[in-house]
């Protein structure tokens, strides 16, 4: 069971690496986005 986990974590660590950056990124700019919305609606 280990040798298998170890094996599923390796070929999965590039893509969810690549995700998580992505997902990363996209949250970034959400949250940039965001705020300028609520700054523009609370003046």
């Known amino acids: 069971q280990q040798a298998g986990q170890k ?3 390796q070929q ?3 893509q969810t690496g690549e995700a998580s950056s992505i997902v990363i990124v996209s ?3 959400a949250m940039i ?3 300028g919305v609520y700054l ?3 003046k």
Request: aromatic share 0%; hydrophobic share 35%.
């Open 12 to 14: 999965k660590l590039p």
């Open 7 to 9: 094996g599923n974590s």
């Open 40 to 42: 523009e609606k609370n």
């Open 27 to 29: 949250l970034g700019v």
């Open 33 to 35: 986005v965001g705020l």
